[in-house]
């Protein structure tokens, strides 16, 4: 499986971006995936996560209420919206997935990654 994520940018704060994560490969839709950031200087940290069937998520506490993850395996795709985006959300964001269904918040339990997708949040 390949992950291609893209949509990051630059925003000012308050404001919104979803961010999007197109996997190659059938199989995708078995697979549980995740949102992780690494912001400068930091290492990279869960940020939400889905189960293969989009119906179980799971998100960190610290975008909880601000961030929404869901996919449509039709397109084997997976989607991180980001609203009332803060300074402290600038990072690199990378999708991930892992050879199984549930829902996991640890970066060894990933199997797949991408390249990542820069958001710059501006006070």
């Known amino acids: 499986v390949q992950l291609q994520a893209s949509g990051g940018g630059l925003v000012q704060a308050g404001g919104a971006l979803r961010l999007s994560c197109v996997a190659s490969g059938r199989t995708f839709s078995t697979y549980a995936v995740g949102w992780f950031r690494q912001a400068p200087g930091k290492e990279r940290e869960f940020v939400a996560t889905i189960s293969w069937n989009g119906i179980s998520t799971y998100y960190a506490n610290s975008v909880k209420g601000r961030f929404a993850i869901s996919r449509d395996n039709a397109k084997t795709t997976v989607y991180l919206q980001m609203n009332s985006l803060k300074p402290e959300d600038t990072a690199v964001y990378y999708c991930?997935?892992?050879?199984?269904?549930?829902?996991?918040?640890?970066?060894?339990?990933?199997?797949?990654w991408g390249q990542g997708t820069l958001v710059t949040v501006s006070s």
């Open positions: 991930a997935a892992r050879r199984s269904t549930g829902l996991a918040t640890t970066l060894p339990s990933y199997d797949y």
